[in-house]
């Protein structure tokens, strides 16, 4: 909040800020601890290349890949989405009823036809090892666009912590608060919430949002 006052010329201590948020009661709420399943059996096992090293010099070289569920009154809808550790911008999402291969598939055919003419030589996708990472169709998929896969090591959620946290960041900042109630309802949320962390939502290491920063690149 301290950074987007400033970003609007509108200048405050930052604990005088906070005190206001306090008296208000507009303060961020905790996040929640995400629960693992072990879903599927495993096909496919990849180096875990990335090894915590989740900053990248340019677009399009670091991707990070993960699946979340939305609850909603309908049920759950799965959320699978890829971030770029450049500017740790949602370069592609797509969402479904049922968590699927398929559902990882499309986003990554969605990323690809968003970024095709700036993609790097070598580009890593790193994913966790659920079983649509694992699965043979992924394999084929990242080989026919020149992927190279990284996968975190077995009970290690830390070695994809980027994409659990934007996970984190969207279910507390927007789901939680709002709780939808139907398919259609979290679709239209997770859309505006994805263009606002996007486009204008301010990350404290870089004082922009991150497309300002990769227009920039």
Known sequence: MHLW???????HNPKTVLRIMKKYGILSEIRRKRKWRN????????????????????????????????????????????????????????????????????????????????????????????????????????QEYGITPSMSRRGNPYDNALAENFFSTLKTECIYRHKPGSFRE??????????FYNHERIRTKTGVAPLTLRHSA
């Open 5 to 11: 006052l400033e970003s609007q010329r509108i200048h």
């Open 39 to 142: 879903m599927g059996q495993q096909m496919c096992k990849y180096e875990n290349l990335l090894n915590r090293q989740f900053q990248a010099d340019c677009p399009n070289t670091k991707w990070a890949a993960d699946i979340s569920y939305i609850q909603t009154a309908e049920g759950a809808l799965y959320l699978s989405m890829i971030r770029d550790l450049y500017d740790n911008s949602i370069v592609a999402y797509k969402t479904a009823a049922q968590q699927t291969v398929n559902l990882v598939l499309d986003a990554i055919r969605s990323a690809m036809k968003n970024v095709k003419k700036r993609i790097a030589a070598e580009l890593q996708l790193h994913s966790d090892q659920g079983f649509q990472y694992t699965s043979q169709a992924y394999f084929d998929l990242t």
């Open 186 to 195: 979290a679709d239209e949320m997770i859309d505006a919430d994805i263009y």
